[in-house]
């Protein structure tokens, strides 16, 4: 089984599982399966790398590899909560006395985008242990539709 833990940064499995329960990671779940769709065909190939017959445990891993060889299940989003991200930090700078936005956007970058990026491929990777059987359905029923076509 291929297994993900981000590398840079400490943030315990328990505390994404806590906000799993919570609810908090329901649009990740979407963006998840929006991923197995758009990537139906690639990550039954990757699959078919392993064996000439996946099942379950090699179609779940296909999509972890293929999900942190993208470094991204929703690249739209994912940019725009990291320009959320920087602005923050430019108000939070601005508020001590920093008024060099491009600074601060390079210091944010340097400081806290790989792991922040980790740390968003980290849930992905949680959301996908407890929506398995569902992104396999959806992973069957998009090749069945694209074969169909």
Known sequence: MVEYYPQTIYYP????????????LALVESRLLD?????????????KDDTA????????DAI????????????????ADIICEINKEIW?????????SQKILELWENKY???????????ATVVLEHVAPNAIKVLMDT???????
Do not use: C
Not at 13 to 24: A, L, P, S, T
Not at 64 to 79: A, C, D, N, V
């Open 13 to 24: 499995k328990d505390e994404v599982e806590k906000k799993w329960r919570n609810g908090d």
């Open 35 to 47: 991923f197995i769709r758009r990537h139906a065909m690639t990550i039954v190939e990757v699959a």
């Open 53 to 60: 017959e996946p099942e379950s445990d090699e179609y779940l």
């Open 64 to 79: 972890r590899i293929l999900l942190l060889s993208k470094g991204t299940i929703h690249p739209p989003s994912e940019m």
């Open 92 to 100: 939070y700078q601005g508020e001590q006395g920093e008024r060099d």
């Open 113 to 123: 985008a790989f792991q922040w990026r980790e740390a968003r491929l980290f849930e």
């Open 143 to 149: 090749v069945a539709s694209i074969q169909q076509e």
